[in-house]
């Protein structure tokens, strides 16, 4: 079982002030990446991109966006791909009919090109959009997964609006119980 980090870049700041508000229902880690890996023994990252307007990349968590440009997001892979035991997920947060649209799937099809050109070792998978859950990139890995945090875990509760709360009250037992699957994705791998 390969320990994963869900929404893995959400330990950034959010873009604008608005959105630092409402951070916390976004914000799914407290590391960075470079702790992810080499404190807690992270190996699969989920990174979730969108594009803007001017069609420039923008990573982000529903209406939370992160204060990264791709340069900085490209050393971090640099990083990973050193490692050559990472995988990374990649999803086009896209939620709604009026952003998808064919030229953003585009934009998200050619960076996904790009990413494996780049980083062979990396091991992307998924390519997937989060409006309609389908394919829109389809990466030779496909591993199983499992997610065990607060948006996809019952009850919903307040757990849902504060993912930290969840982490801290199950993290433990579900770092224990492991998984079957190849992957377990969780937030806040540091608790």
């Known amino acids: 079982m390969i320990l994963g980090s869900h929404n893995s870049w959400s330990y950034l700041k959010p873009k604008k002030w608005w959105m630092k508000l409402i951070g916390f229902t976004a914000k799914c880690q407290e590391v960075n990446i470079y702790e992810q890996y080499t404190t807690y023994n992270t190996k699969c990252f989920d990174l979730r991109v969108k594009f803007n307007k001017k069609g420039n990349l923008i990573i982000a968590h529903g209406l939370i966006e992160y204060d990264i440009d ?98 801290k009250r199950k993290n433990n037992e579900i770092k224990k119980l492991g998984t079957d699957k190849d992957i377990l994705l969780i937030d806040f791998v540091n608790i």
Do not use: H, M
Request: glycine content about 2%.
């Open 70 to 167: 791709k340069e900085q997001l490209l050393n971090d892979l640099k990083w990973l791909n050193d490692k050559s035991d990472v995988s990374i997920r990649i999803l086009y947060e896209v939620r709604n009919k009026k952003s998808y649209t064919k030229e953003n799937i585009n934009k998200f099809v050619k960076l996904c090109n790009e990413l494996i050109n780049k980083f062979s070792n990396l091991k992307f998978w998924c390519g997937k959009n989060l409006y309609n859950w389908e394919n829109d990139y389809t990466f030779k890995y496909n591993p199983s997964c499992d997610e065990k945090y607060s948006s996809v875990c019952s009850p919903k509760l307040i757990d849902d609006w504060y993912p930290k709360w969840f982490a």
